[in-house]
């Protein structure tokens, strides 16, 4: 049964909770819960996540990262939480903090060995999403960030059915085909009546590293085209980086200063975002 007291959408839903299919743990209390969504794999769409979980907790905010990405699952490595754990207590999942004090939830943090696929069919995955929100103790949180599967499958259609969102942050790359499969997710997040807090558009340029100049590589679609006609705005550009690919591997704070500034950007955009849906 729907708690709207205890739901961090109440009042702004527009449903009876008579009518809502969403849950609640009674034992936390998450003021904000973003998802963050692309079209398509491979455009930074978990990377992006993780550097604004970062970017709340160093602005002072308690902040979670669920990792709703069951099948490919990126959030240990991108939190430095390689090879840790979570654990159960009391009948509830337990999710691993890391360095920042960011509480971290992933299929990863309970696997024996990073490399092993899932091989679930949508019911057990869609399961496991909806676990990671009423079965663990996330506490108090101002935010809680969700990494969710690229596409519109059963675990996106899951996670905004069933997980309270205060909004949607979309990922993309300036490509026509990439902003046409984007415009799906948009459109479902829309006809599911979710806000969208905006776009950040990842890979959008390069930096000259002589002159500083910003060199557009991709021959895409004008951005402003594409944001005026899905109604949504620009949260920000993340330029291609080796030192943002590498984050896995090389941690948050080796991404140049430049980057992190840019981020500091973004993750002020989505908070007035938010901020403007009362």
Request: aromatic share 4%; proline share 5%.
């Amino acid at each position: 049964m729907a708690d709207c007291d205890s739901c961090p959408s109440k009042g702004k839903c527009g449903n009876d909770s008579g009518q809502c299919g969403i849950e609640n743990n009674p034992l936390n209390k998450v003021k904000n819960i973003i998802g963050v969504m692309s079209g398509k794999g491979g455009v930074g769409k978990s990377t992006v996540s993780a550097l604004l979980a970062r970017e709340l907790a160093a602005k002072g905010f308690s902040v979670g990262l669920m990792d709703a990405d069951i099948t490919g699952p990126s959030a240990c490595r991108l939190m430095g939480l390689t090879g840790k754990r979570a654990y159960a207590q009391d009948d509830l999942i337990i999710p691993v903090e890391n360095e920042n004090g960011i509480k971290v939830l992933s299929l990863n943090l309970m696997l024996p060995d990073e490399n092993q696929p899932v091989i679930w069919r949508g019911s057990l995955l869609s399961g496991c999403v909806k676990q990671f929100w009423l079965e663990a103790l996330w506490g108090e949180l101002d935010y809680l960030i969700v990494d969710m599967p690229p596409g519109t499958g059963d675990i996106s259609l899951t996670v905004m059915q069933s997980i309270p969102l205060t909004g949607i942050v979309m990922v993309s790359v300036p490509q026509d085909m990439v902003n046409m499969i984007v415009s799906k997710s948009i459109n479902m997040t829309k006809m599911l009546n979710i806000p969208i807090l905006g776009l950040v558009e990842n890979m959008s340029y390069i930096i000259c590293p002589h002159c500083g100049e910003k060199i557009r590589i991709f021959s895409g679609e004008n951005t402003d085209d594409f944001l005026k006609e899905n109604g949504i705005e620009l949260l920000g550009e993340l330029p291609t980086d080796v030192t943002v690919s590498g984050m896995a591997d090389n941690g948050y704070y080796k991404v140049k200063e430049e980057i992190a500034q840019e981020f500091v950007s973004i993750t002020d955009n989505v908070i007035k975002a938010v901020e403007k849906l009362g």
